[in-house]
Nanobody, 133 residues
Framework: QVQLVESGGGSVQAGGSLRLSCTAS????????IGWFRQAPGKEREGIAC???????????IYATSVPGRFTISRDNAKNTVFLQMNNLKPEDTAVYYC???????????????????????WGQGTQVTVSS
C-alpha cells in the first residue's frame, strides 16, 4: 500500500526556515519522481518543486518560478524520504504543503518545466506552514 506522510510544518516568522519531510512506505521512492505542492486558502494548488528518480534521471530537480533560490528539494534514499528545505520564508508562503508521487521517474515531461503529477498520483495528507510578518 503506497503511503506518503508529510511532517515538519509549523509557524515561523518571516525570514525564518523550515524543513518539510515526506516519508514514503509501500514502495521504493528511489525509482519515482516526488513533487511538493502547496495550496493556500482560496487559491489553486501550486506545484513548487520536483525531484526525479536517481535511476535513469539522475535525481534532477525543477522548481516553480515563485520560489527561486529559497527552496531546495532533496532525497535520502536510505530513509525513503524526500525533503523540502525552505529558507527566507515569506507570509505568501503560508499554505498547506503536500508531497505526491506517480508512476513517472522524470520531473520533466517533454519540454515542460511545470511541476505536475498524473491524475492518479498518490498524495500525502498535507502539513500546514504559517508565516507571520
Amino acid at each position: 500500500q503506497v503511503q506518503l506522510v508529510e511532517s515538519g510544518g509549523g509557524s515561523v516568522q518571516a525570514g525564518g526556515s523550515l524543513r518539510l519531510s515526506c516519508t514514503a512506505s509501500g514502495f521504493n521512492l528511489d525509482y519515482y519522481r516526488i513533487g511538493w505542492f502547496r495550496q493556500a486558502p482560496g487559491k489553486e494548488r501550486e506545484g513548487i518543486a520536483c525531484i526525479s528518480s536517481n535511476v535513469g534521471s539522475a535525481g534532477s530537480t525543477i522548481y516553480a518560478t515563485s520560489v527561486p533560490g529559497r527552496f531546495t528539494i532533496s532525497r535520502d534514499n536510505a530513509k525513503n524520504t524526500v525533503f523540502l528545505q525552505m529558507n527566507n520564508l515569506k507570509p505568501e508562503d503560508t499554505a498547506v504543503y503536500y508531497c505526491a508521487t506517480d508512476t513517472l521517474s522524470n520531473c520533466r515531461v517533454g519540454s515542460s518545466y511545470a511541476v505536475r503529477m498524473l491524475p492518479d498520483a498518490y498524495w500525502g495528507q498535507g502539513t500546514q506552514v504559517t508565516v507571520s510578518s
